[in-house]
């Protein structure tokens, strides 16, 4: 049981240049989250996936794409990477986006924006 | 601004002593808070939870105190090791719509144990 798995673990890009984060939980989890981690700061949420076939945007949603590609994957989309993008990505997964319910996190991709 | 915040940047103990972390939310309608352990280099990991129907839960070493009245958590660590080291944060649910939660993390208290 690995949890929540994400590739890859690090990243360098150039302005302009678009990638895929991809994020895979084997806890049967219904719901998925993306996040971003920036120095000094709290974890901001990018998109989530309540439930498989439905995402959702969450507080800084711009520049970024995402895909619940089955209940498994829940992939994040740079299209045209910028500076500003640089920062620790984390996915996260809970039973569902619901009331009392823990979210259970991967170990990060660390992205650099150059 | 954050709902979420943490009175204190950085924490450095002893280690065998107790470590009190604070946070401060500002919904009273937030009915569900988790504290995170998050070590250098790795994801956030839950260390313990707690509704807003209860005032004190403990676990392992660890107990949180809600405080509905001033909206204010505690995480206290008891006996403080080295490996305790690392960023806490609180967060707390919020209904985003419908049936959806989704959770609002404070910036994080960085606690050193020093042997």
């Known amino acids: 049981n690995a949890g929540v798995t994400q590739t890859p673990k690090f990243q360098v890009l150039k302005t302009g240049q678009s990638m895929t984060l991809q994020c895979a939980q084997d806890m049967n989890h219904n719901s998925m989250y993306w996040y971003r981690q920036d120095p000094g700061m709290g974890l901001r949420l990018i998109y989530y996936s309540a439930s498989e076939g439905t995402t959702d945007k969450g507080e800084v949603p711009n520049g970024y794409n995402v895909s619940r590609l089955n209940k498994r994957e829940f992939s994040l989309r740079l299209e045209s990477a910028a500076p500003s993008q640089t920062s620790v990505y984390f996915c996260?997964?809970?039973?569902?986006?619901?009331?009392?319910?823990?979210?259970?996190f991967g170990p990060g991709t660390r992205l650099t924006v150059l | 601004g954050e709902s979420v915040g943490l009175h204190l940047p950085t924490l450095s103990v002893q280690e065998g002593d107790n470590s009190i972390i604070n946070c401060a939310y500002s919904?009273?309608?937030?009915?569900?808070f988790i504290w995170y352990k998050q070590e250098s280099g790795k994801g956030p990991q839950f260390i313990i939870d707690i509704r807003s129907n209860m005032d004190k839960r403990q676990g392992q070493r660890v107990t949180v105190l809600l405080n509905k009245t001033v909206k204010h958590l505690s995480l206290q660590i008891a006996a403080t090791q080295p490996g305790d080291s690392a960023v806490y944060f609180c967060?707390?649910?919020?209904?985003?719509?419908?049936?959806?939660?989704?959770?609002?993390f404070g910036k994080g208290t960085l606690l050193t144990v020093n042997p």
């Open positions: 996260a997964s809970s039973e569902w986006a619901g009331a009392y319910n823990e979210q259970f």
């Open positions: 967060a707390e649910n919020l209904n985003s719509g419908g049936s959806n939660y989704k959770l609002t």
């Open positions: 919904n009273s309608a937030s009915d569900y």
